[in-house]
């Protein structure tokens, strides 16, 4: 009986071995180093895209606000402190409050053609929702470099904006 006891124990041990223990460690981190790149990939068209939605949204409630008051009112973005920054205001104002997006994110000024007043890139919206003045695009990317942009487009004098992602911010 004795003898069983011992030839149990011994052919079915319990737990791993060392050996086991770190080829599992090994496949783990192979796949978590090929997971990080796509996982920062993701992250950082997550960003541009919440980035690009906020911009077009803020401008779009500009144009409405120009629509409601019956006055000029501009959208102005700008880069202070390597942090994008945009604000909603009345023409004849100048911009008090800010709003800030990620800070991950940078106006590409190599692409952005939107009128520039000192380091102020801005839209002009009329009473009755049409651009005063020209058309253009701010364009966005990533602060450390990286291939993905995405910009918004006022396309038209009528105030039309659309939004369009790399090659085609161009």
Same mark, same amino acid.
């Given at each position: ?6 030839f149990h124990r011994h052919r079915h ?25 796509t996982w920062n990939e993701f992250l ?44 909603? +205001? ?21 692409? &952005? &053609? ?6 102020? +890139? ?33 396309? &038209? ?10 090659? +085609?911010?161009?």
């Amino acid at each position: 009986m004795i003898i069983l006891i011992f030839f149990h124990r011994h052919r079915h041990p319990r737990g791993f071995t060392l050996l086991e223990m770190m080829i599992v460690l090994l496949i783990i981190g192979v796949l978590v180093a090929i997971a990080i790149p796509t996982w920062n990939e993701f992250l950082n068209n997550y960003r541009l895209n919440t980035s690009m939605n906020e911009i077009l949204v803020g401008m779009r409630q500009t144009q409405v606000q120009a629509i409601n008051t019956r006055k000029d009112w501009r959208f102005s973005i700008r880069e202070a402190g390597g942090i994008v920054q945009w604000s909603s +205001h009345p023409d004849s104002i100048p911009p008090q409050l800010w709003s800030s997006l990620d800070r991950t994110i940078a106006i590409d000024s190599t692409r &952005t &053609t939107l009128p520039q007043t000192s380091s102020i +890139h801005r839209v002009e919206f009329g009473f009755q929702g049409q651009v005063n003045g020209q058309l253009g695009r701010v364009t966005l990317r990533i602060q450390n470099g990286g291939a993905p942009r995405r910009c918004v487009v006022v396309s &038209t004098l009528l105030g039309v904006l659309r939004t369009a992602t790399n090659e +085609h911010c161009n």
